[in-house]
């Protein structure tokens, strides 16, 4: 249980710096982004929104607790990865792999999780 628990939380550390990345890449290059998103034909004015939701489930993923908020951040970290992957390889520039490396690791801490979760309230 204790390796299952630690790698738990080396992949979900992982996994939160791709959110936090992209997050401060919004807020701090914003008309890089803006003209990317204007590329994809995305309104501009979720950039801001969309980085605020992607701090709070790195927040809410680190605190750990509140299986059913978890689900839904896990929901949401996928179709963003789902969505940024798409985005990427339609205007090619070459970073969908930051995508394709987010959900990796959004699968493997979504595995861990459960696998951790089913034994705690197993016993």
């Known amino acids: 249980m204790k390796k299952l628990k630690i790698a738990f939380w080396i992949s979900t550390v992982l996994l939160c710096i791709v959110p936090l990345f992209s997050a401060s890449m919004y807020f701090t290059k914003y008309e890089m982004i803006a003209g990317f998103f204007k590329i994809l034909g995305y309104p501009t004015y979720i950039i801001y929104p969309l980085a605020v939701l992607k701090v709070i489930a790195v927040v809410v993923l680190l605190i750990n607790k509140g299986i059913r908020l978890k689900e839904w951040v896990y ?15 339609m205007i090619s520039d070459g970073a969908q792999g930051t995508a394709l490396i987010g959900l990796v690791l959004l699968a493997i801490t979504y595995i861990l999780n459960r696998i951790i979760d089913k034994k705690k309230y197993n016993k």
């Open 75 to 89: 929901a949401g970290l996928f179709f963003n990865f789902t969505l940024a992957f798409f985005a990427h390889v």
